[in-house]
């Protein structure tokens, strides 16, 4: 157990900085990591690129 809370806050920040960075996407067409997750046609999970546009699932 930490021995004060800001031990524990640099835990937590610690793991969601490596969170965040192991599951950033990026767009395959220009790079950017603007990508939002959108519900598919189908119910299945596709992604957009707010920088360029482009879509791909």
Known sequence: ?????????GHLLGAALTR?????????????AHVAQVLGDNGGI???CTACGHSWS
């Open 20 to 32: 965040n960075t192991t599951t950033r996407l990026s767009c395959p067409s220009c790079g950017s």
């Open 46 to 48: 596709s992604y957009v």
């Open 1 to 9: 157990m930490p021995a004060s809370i800001l031990e524990e806050v």
